[in-house]
T-cell receptor
């Protein structure tokens, strides 16, 4: 089956610093990648949709200058949390879409803790 | 309003027993309904995906049903195992392919299987 990886799996950073999270589709080319955030005991919340070679589309309420998304290739998308604050601490999950059969495959997630 | 409601919120069962999780949705236009299993600290893993015309779909000990008329779905787990302990998320797609971020997530049912 299609595999999506994320790196790092967990990261601790200090308030005010930036953190980059990578999302890779390992054995397929993803037409679209999605970034989600999940707080404890909550459902996944879509942050942005990313298509290779074009600007990401952000959901309402998500600051695009704070959460920078780069989708440089069909197998790699990155999410950079800039000037991180403790309230940005969350579980960040990416997913990638396979054109056929239109399944969405999720990465294992990245646990971000901002101290 | 597009919503996916799941019940119960949490469930504890003994190993070997069966259980059924419920999902009600008010999503339009409906494309497909998916059930995911999410282990703690991991990304969701797809169990089943059903389109409008499908009433039931099985994946091993997991059987999902869909009633598109009443907009209800259920996930039945037979002969539960300790490894079934996880959150089960019902997701409804508004358009085929789940692109453009049209996945509506339920909050999940947290299942605990005890020995």
């Amino acid at each position: 089956g299609a595999v999506v990886s994320q790196h790092p799996s967990w990261v601790i950073c200090k308030s005010g610093t930036s953190v980059k999270i990578e999302c890779r589709s390992l054995d397929f080319q993803a037409t679209t990648m999605f970034w989600y955030r999940q707080f404890p005991k909550q459902s996944l919340m879509l942050m942005a949709t990313s298509n290779e070679g074009s600007k990401a589309t952000y959901e309402q309420g998500v600051e695009k200058d704070k959460f920078l998304i780069n989708h440089a290739s069909l197998t790699l998308s990155t999410l950079t949390v800039t000037s991180a604050h403790p309230e940005d601490s969350s579980f960040y999950i990416c997913s990638a879409t396979l054109a056929v059969p239109y399944e969405q495959y999720f990465g294992p997630g990245t646990r971000l803790t901002v101290t | 309003k597009n919503q996916v409601e799941q019940s119960p919120q949490s469930l504890i069962i003994l190993e070997g027993k069966n259980c059924t999780l419920q999902c009600n949705y008010t999503v339009s236009p409906f494309s497909n309904l998916r059930w995911y299993k999410q282990d703690t600290g991991r990304g969701p893993v797809s169990l089943t995906i059903m389109t409008f015309s499908e009433n039931t779909k099985s994946n091993g000990r997991y059987t999902a049903t869909l009633d598109a008329d009443t907009k209800q779905s259920s996930l039945h787990i037979t002969a539960s195992q300790l490894s079934d302990s996880a959150s089960y998320i019902c997701v409804v797609s508004r358009n085929y392919g789940g692109s453009q971020g049209n996945l509506i997530f339920g909050k999940g049912t947290k299942l605990s299987v005890k020995p």
